[in-house]
């Protein structure tokens, strides 16, 4: 293992990586030297309020893998789909042989007041946000323990996993979900060395974040809203006064946290949020 | 390849060994130069011996020896005034201040009531105010610099009820909220604060805690609350030091007011 090389010779699977964040861990963990197992659902989901990933983008953070000279496994699958997911695993496993790091970062936003939340759009973000990372640590953790090598797995939770908004309470009730997943998940896997942690990043330069729908609840006065005229809103939220971060500066968190730079830092929710939390 | 603080300025207090020492040698090896103070002076009412003169000069001996250029003095954190002598003499001749690494503590281990107004008042000047007094001497070189980051290293006695240390306890609590008030005043100069939360780490200190045993032993029920999840009895020196470098260097520069323990998931159970 060399210092810019901290996972070499490891073999890291991310949910969600055919783009935005996602695709950021899968180039910064090749990067550190680990082979990626990139699984995206790369299709559609009726209630979410923006275009989720496609199977070009998969492709390109296939593509992104390659050039930085890693091999890559990309599968597409959803996390609600325990079946799937055991089976791309299992696939990835018979061909890379290991796996030591687990990046559940597959998640979804869609907005409404409670109240008036249809059954399926409040269903659709807790099968994904929440229970697709336990879907995902089902998936994994057996082969982890068996292997006998440790580990380290990074929940993606968000600034919402401690605070409250209004107009998103799913997503605010799976991000909350996965910090008490972290810590239960750090205590039940200490034993086998497999450290868990979270990311609670605050708004980072993606889709996710930057799509018209989201746009214009910062912005109702304007009817088509670009990124710059959000800038302002989003920067007062912050006390280092930025808008929002950018997908690697929680992809070096992750990496951080993955390395062995914290062989003994587990329970950890790790907020990427220009002090937002600090408030 | 470049250092992940190379050509920043990293002033870190009690420097003359333990954490302090290990702290100035990483970020000399990335490529900071330093500005190290120790007190190096005794407390009578702590039971191990501090670091001596001799210390600081190896502190000196080990950064030069990385190639990087070191200012350091004797200054005791209680002494606002010391402090800044010291740290004004080294941005002077270094340049600017990056990285503030407010490390310098002692420790005593014993029951609440056999806690002296002195060991009260040593931690409390040592532990907690010594940590005001270390950021807010450097912190008009930071705004000076356009940024910084600052790492206070508080304990998982900063975050549990650690019994037969409370005014340790007191004094680490009362460090994360000296970070949570300046992570917010200082954002706006772009000057990140956060703390650590180290589990036991093998050093002086704790190797001078030899009383703790005994304490458990009287009340068995409290030693669960020492055990880590994670199979380590103590982290290693190391392992701070990674967790420091982390929030020095530019990897997180948007990471401020976070309490990042390095503790096997002991304060999780």
Redo the contacts between chains.
């Keep these: 293992m060399s210092?810019?090389q901290p996972l070499e010779g490891r073999v890291a699977l991310i949910t969600g990586a055919a783009r935005g964040q996602g695709r950021a861990h899968a180039v910064r963990l090749a990067e550190a030297g680990a082979d990626i197992v990139a699984i995206d659902i790369a299709a559609p989901v009726e209630s979410v309020p923006y275009d989720l990933a496609s199977t070009d983008d998969l492709a390109e953070t296939e593509k992104l893998v390659a050039a930085v000279g890693r091999r890559v496994h990309a599968v597409r699958a959803d996390v609600r789909d325990q079946d799937a997911l055991d089976a791309a695993v299992t696939a990835a496993i018979a061909e890379f042989g290991r796996l030591d790091v687990v990046v559940a970062n597959a998640g979804v936003i869609s907005y409404g007041y409670t109240w008036e939340l249809p059954e399926q759009q409040w269903q659709d973000v807790i099968d994904i946000n929440l229970t697709g990372i336990f879907h995902t640590v089902k998936a994994t953790v057996p082969a982890m323990i068996a292997a006998g090598n440790g580990g380290a797995i990074v929940l993606t939770s968000s600034v919402l996993g401690f605070r409250g908004t209004t107009g998103a309470s799913s997503y605010v009730a799976t991000k909350h979900g996965v910090v008490g997943l972290t810590?239960s998940l750090?205590?039940e896997l200490?034993?086998h060395?497999i450290?868990v942690n979270s990311v609670n990043p605050s708004n980072v330069a993606t889709e996710m974040v930057l799509n018209p729908t989201t746009l214009g609840l910062f912005r109702p006065d304007l009817e088509a809203p670009t990124p710059d005229d959000v800038k302002e809103t989003m920067s007062a939220m912050?006390?280092?006064?930025?808008p929002w971060?950018e997908p690697v500066?929680v992809s070096?968190?992750i990496?951080?946290l993955t390395s062995d730079?914290?062989?003994?830092?587990?329970?950890?929710s790790?907020?990427?949020?220009?002090?937002l939390?600090?408030? | 390849?470049t250092g992940r603080v190379e050509g920043k300025v990293a002033f870190i207090t009690g420097a003359a060994r333990g954490q302090g020492r290990s702290h100035a040698l990483r970020l000399a090896e990335e490529g900071a130069d330093i500005i190290a103070v120790d007190a190096v002076t005794d407390y009578a009412s702590v039971p191990y011996s501090m670091a001596r003169p001799a210390d600081l000069d190896e502190t000196c001996a080990l950064v030069r020896a990385r190639n990087r250029r070191i200012v350091a003095g004797k200054a005791d954190v209680r002494d606002q005034e010391q402090l800044r002598a010291v740290l004004d003499t080294g941005v002077a001749e270094l340049g600017h201040l990056d990285i503030v690494v407010a490390n310098a503590g002692i420790c005593t281990a014993q029951a609440w009531d056999d806690v002296s107004t002195e060991v009260w008042s040593d931690t409390i000047d040592t532990n907690l105010t010594g940590v005001w007094n270390t950021i807010v001497v450097a912190a008009p070189h930071l705004i000076a610099n356009g940024g910084g980051s600052v790492i206070a290293t508080s304990s998982v006695a900063g975050i549990k009820g650690l019994p037969f240390f409370a005014p340790y306890v007191a004094a680490k609590h009362g460090i994360v909220g000296i970070a949570?008030s300046l992570?917010?005043e200082l954002?706006?100069h772009?000057i990140?604060v956060n703390t650590v939360h180290p589990?036991g780490v093998d050093t002086a200190m704790s190797a001078g805690l030899g009383a703790l045993g005994d304490l458990i032993a009287c009340e068995p029920n409290l030693g669960p609350i020492f055990i880590?999840?994670?199979?380590?009895e103590m982290?290693d020196l190391l392992?701070v030091i990674?967790?420091v470098?982390?929030l020095a260097c530019d990897?997180?520069?948007?990471?401020?007011?976070?309490e990042?323990?390095?503790?096997?998931?002991n304060?999780?159970?």
């Excluded at chain 1, 912050?238 to 930025?242: E, S």
């Excluded at chain 1, 730079?261 to 950890?268: K, L, N, S």
């Excluded at chain 2, 990042?260 to 998931?265: A, C, N, Q, S, V």
Aim: net charge positive; glycine share 8%; hydrophobic share 40%.
């Design positions: 210092a810019d810590k750090a205590n200490g034993p060395r450290r912050h006390p280092m006064q930025i971060v500066d070096n968190a990496l951080f730079d914290a062989r003994y830092i587990t329970g950890v790790l907020p990427v949020d220009a002090g939390l600090a408030r | 390849m949570r992570a917010n954002a706006s772009h990140r589990a880590n999840t994670y199979p380590v982290v392992d990674n967790a470098m982390f990897e997180s520069r948007y990471v401020t007011g976070l990042l323990t390095i503790d096997g998931g304060t999780i159970r």
